[in-house]
């Protein structure tokens, strides 16, 4: 069965970095778009990125120019390295699989998530 | 506060029908995007519920329902079961934001 699997969340300081790491089975990670979302504490979904099979990123705003999102195909795992992090970050990270359509793609499946805290 | 307007909660009693709404706007909806809804359990994976404004993937009931009109859409979901409490998350493609958006998400209360 087709799964993705998310680690590398923790506790860290406003400013500091982190990079999460979703391994997946069953499917190609280069061969799909693959996207990371996030929930922040009582809150709802908010995208972060999401990275094309051809190689190409898009970032919400509030994340653009701290987090990047990357792939390593030897190791079908997808990455999304966080820097410059802020309380707002405090949030469960999810990786998910794109389906592209034509009307605007969706995600159909998910991790279990993540857990980043910022927080001195 | 998120660019799709949901109702922060609904509730039904066990075999009636609920209908949850998500609103959006002319850079979502009005310019001809589709919406999909998720279904999330707190500590679990969100699972994909509908796609494509009224298509259900494999293994969910046909209870559930989803359609769009315009800048609205609504899930419906009939026979209402315990199973189905949850919380509820609407999704589109906002071509000013150029990115996907999240309604607020919907808690569903089976009494």
């Known amino acids: 069965e087709l799964q993705l699997v998310e680690s590398g969340g923790g506790l860290v300081q406003p400013g500091g970095s982190l990079r999460l790491s979703c391994a997946a089975s069953?499917?190609?990670?280069?061969?799909?778009?693959m996207s990371w979302v996030r929930q922040a504490p009582g809150k709802g979904l908010e995208w972060v990125s999401l990275?094309?099979?051809?190689?190409?990123?898009s970032y919400a705003d509030s994340v653009k120019g701290r987090f990047t999102i990357s792939r390593d195909d030897s190791k079908n795992t997808l990455y999304l390295q966080m820097n410059s992090l802020r309380a707002e970050d405090t949030a469960v990270y999810y990786c998910?699989?794109?389906?592209?359509?034509?009307?605007?793609?969706?995600?159909?499946?998910w991790g279990q998530g993540t857990l980043v805290t910022v927080s001195s | 506060q998120s660019v799709l307007t949901q109702p922060p909660s609904v509730s039904g009693a066990p075999g009636q029908r609920v209908t949850i709404s998500c609103t959006g706007s002319?850079?979502?909806?009005?310019?001809?995007?589709?919406v999909h809804w998720y279904q999330h359990l707190p500590g679990t994976a969100p699972k994909l519920l509908i796609y494509?404004?009224?298509n259900r993937p494999s293994g969910v009931p046909d209870r559930f329902s989803g359609s769009k009109s315009g800048t609205s859409a609504s899930l419906a979901i009939t026979g209402l079961q315990a199973e189905d409490e949850a919380d509820y998350y609407c999704?589109?493609?906002?071509?000013?934001?150029?990115?996907?958006?999240f309604g607020g998400g919907t808690k569903l209360t089976v009494l």
């Open positions: 998910a699989r794109v389906l592209p359509a034509l009307r605007g793609d969706y995600f159909d499946y």
């Open positions: 069953v499917f190609t990670v280069s061969s799909n778009y």
């Open positions: 990275i094309y099979s051809g190689g190409t990123t």
């Open positions: 002319s850079s979502n909806f009005g310019a001809g995007h589709d």
């Open positions: 494509g404004n009224n």
């Open positions: 999704q589109s493609y906002d071509s000013s934001l150029s990115g996907s958006v």
